[in-house]
């Protein structure tokens, strides 16, 4: 004898079916905010970082302004406005918080514990207290990370002797209001003595302490001139290559773009490539993973960019073993 399905079972199967059908289709038209903190407002020189981030994302199927919201803020190289803009961004309850660089992400790491981070560029998460471990961050923040910027201290100045051998003096622009590069600026300074060179520290934490840093090397004369990467030099760097072009420094940048505005050399880790690595946790996120077991990534391509018109003018040579090394030569 068959067994007869009674109305009440049908119903609760056909309800049950439904149920299904509304919670996905609320998963599929589900709009996402991400919350972005950074140093410097996109402009279209810095496209070329911002670009492969809202790529990324796009190859993740999400598209601005269809099923995610970008909530930007800018701490316009105000290191101290960070605190503010983080909790701006937690109080609009963004999904994924995305903070560029240690200042964002330690203010960021203050505001909340709760939603997901992806820090992009810290130089030492574990020794900032940012996560744990690269393998296991334990905590709600995760994302590529620059801790190679540690180990290329002593490349930046070895690059530049090689670039310009009788240099003795080199003054050295770093941020205070960045955790991590007084870690930087110490390795650096132990490469300098390797290399038998004296370091001229100067501290610059925002846009209107550059006059008297850049007086301090003029009066200290001098002989080349070390940038260490921040985001608030980034939006600083044609104002950089100007000041190097006109005291005749050799420079070098941590950052490509500061080449691109021309400044001399620029080595260190793909900026873009880590961006658009923050879009593929940004995806993993959003789709359940939990940041404290999402491993950290560490760089794998560095970049030597090399302006040969500002090497004529500072009437240098560039060693052909350099220019083969290159990345990118910019004429």
């Known amino acids: 004898m068959k067994p007869r399905t009674g109305p009440f079972v049908i119903v609760l199967v056909l309800a049950l079916l439904a149920t299904s059908l509304v919670a996905e289709a609320q998963q599929a038209g589900k709009v996402y905010r991400i919350g972005y903190l950074g140093s410097t407002p996109p402009t279209p020189e810095t496209a070329y970082l911002w670009q492969p981030f809202v790529e990324g994302l796009r190859e993740h199927g999400y598209v601005e302004g269809q099923n995610i919201i970008i909530e930007r803020r800018y701490s316009k190289g105000r290191t101290e406005r960070f605190s503010a803009l983080a909790a701006e961004l937690v109080r609009l309850r963004v999904d994924v918080?995305?903070?560029?660089?240690?200042?964002?992400?330690?203010?960021?790491?203050?505001?909340?514990?709760?939603?997901?981070?992806?820090?992009?560029?810290?130089?030492?998460?574990?020794?900032?207290?940012?996560?744990?471990?690269?393998?296991?961050?334990?905590?709600?923040?995760?994302?590529?990370?620059?801790?190679?910027?540690?180990?290329?201290?002593?490349?930046?100045?070895?690059?530049?002797?090689?670039?310009?051998?009788?240099?003795?003096?080199?003054?050295?622009?770093?941020?205070?209001?960045?955790?991590?590069?007084?870690?930087?600026?110490?390795?650096?300074?132990?490469?300098?003595?390797?290399?038998?060179?004296?370091?001229?520290?100067?501290?610059?934490?925002g846009p209107d302490e550059f006059d008297s840093a850049f007086s301090a090397i003029i009066q200290r004369h001098a002989d080349a001139l070390l940038v260490l990467a921040d985001p608030m030099f980034f939006g600083q760097r044609t104002r950089l290559a100007d000041f190097a072009a006109k005291n005749r420094l050799p420079a070098l940048y941590g950052l490509t773009a500061h080449v691109e505005a021309g400044g001399l050399m620029a080595y260190g880790a793909s900026i873009p490539d880590l961006f658009r690595s923050a879009a593929d946790y940004v995806d993993k996120l959003l789709k359940g993973a939990n940041p404290a077991e999402l491993p950290m990534e560490e760089p794998s391509k560095f970049e030597l960019t090399i302006n040969m018109k500002t090497a004529r003018a500072l009437g240098l040579i560039i060693p052909r073993s350099m220019l083969m090394r290159a990345d990118q030569v910019i004429e």
């Not at 190679?148 to 670039?163: D, H, N, P, V």
């Not at 590069?181 to 110490?186: A, C, D, E, K, S």
């Open 97 to 205: 918080l995305v903070a560029v660089a240690a200042p964002a992400t330690n203010a960021a790491r203050a505001a909340t514990t709760k939603i997901p981070i992806v820090s992009v560029a810290v130089q030492d998460p574990v020794g900032l207290g940012f996560a744990q471990s690269l393998a296991r961050p334990g905590g709600n923040i995760t994302g590529p990370t620059l801790t190679a910027g540690l180990a290329i201290a002593g490349k930046q100045l070895e690059l530049l002797k090689e670039t310009v051998p009788k240099i003795s003096h080199v003054a050295v622009l770093w941020n205070p209001g960045n955790l991590m590069l007084r870690q930087v600026l110490r390795e650096t300074e132990v490469a300098a003595q390797k290399l038998q060179l004296q370091l001229q520290p100067l501290g610059v934490r």
